[in-house]
């Protein structure tokens, strides 16, 4: 027979379990309820920095018991390193999510994150959508977007572009578009590389480039740092609300380039499909939530959230699209 003592110490071991919510599932492979991390796949201040930043603080809001989700830094093309780490199971588990952003489709599109196809990933979740901008220095003799164009159509040679990424990076085709806006060939331009748009803004808070063609989030993070930058355009359909009111679009200034930058993670195609559909719940669970849209909007993005087969499609279109903008500006495409 089980003595009073016997049984009472298994309940008391059990109470933790029953007191903390999320524990027992955690403990039954939820791996959402357990302890993860985000891998930011560039150096700290760009885009991917936020996206890891507003996952961990989406997650807490929805789940405050769980561990906070951690943040890993593994900088190399943008992106380029991460994904064939994922991709072929040097990195990973159920544990790992890695940020992504339109940027990793535009470089997915033209094979240039090694041999692997869009299905080597899962694509969990994306938490919102940022817009492009055209930036300058704020003492840059360049005050709105015709003046930079206009500057643009006599030489292209004579300022420099600074941003994230190499050729066929999203930050060089918007440059290249704003080139070819101007009537100029866009093989002309100077574009100076950044691993990610924080060394990029430095670059340009230190007037070591003249122009940035990064996204507004970033960008308006280091102006809220006190760099002195002068956003000429917003690379959406119609004006922003939030911090980018008042800044006209490149669109209403007679450029018509419009540049969404969606947000969002992926995890290893080799987890178990359990643990895809835990962190797809837990994403729909985090952006649906009451409290989710003020803290997109603290971190500057606008909505779009998807999961599951509507995020699929999307990836698959927007690497299709982008395939056709990639033949269009002469960009060669590998094939996985």
Known sequence: MQSPFFTRRVALRALPALLVPGIATAQAGD??????DCVIPAKAGGGFDLTCTLARDALQAVRPSRPPLGQRYLPGGIGAVAFDRIATGQLGGAGTLVAFSSGSLLNLAQGR?????????????????????????????????????????????????????????????????LVRA?????????????EGGGDALGALQGKHVDVFPGDAAEALQAIAGGAAVRLLAVLS??????????????????????WPTVRGLYLSANVPEASVRAWTAAFAEATAAPGYAALRERHSLYPFALTGAALDDYVQARIKTYQALADELGLRRWKP
Request: positive net charge.
């Open 31 to 36: 791996p959402s309820l357990a302890a993860a």
């Open 113 to 177: 994150f090694g041999p692997h196809p869009p299905s080597a990933v899962r694509w969990i979740a994306t938490l919102g959508t940022d817009y492009g901008v055209i930036a300058v220095h704020r003492d840059s003799p360049y005050k709105r977007l015709q003046d930079l164009v206009a500057a643009l159509r006599q030489d292209p040679s004579r300022m420099t572009f600074g941003a994230g990424g190499t050729v066929g990076s999203q930050d060089w085709v918007k440059a290249a578009l």
């Open 182 to 194: 101007a009537g100029r060939d866009h093989k002309a331009m100077r574009f100076v590389s950044f």
């Open 237 to 258: 359909e119609a004006r922003l609300g939030g911090a980018l009111t008042g800044v006209p679009t490149a669109r209403e200034q007679g450029v018509d380039i419009v």
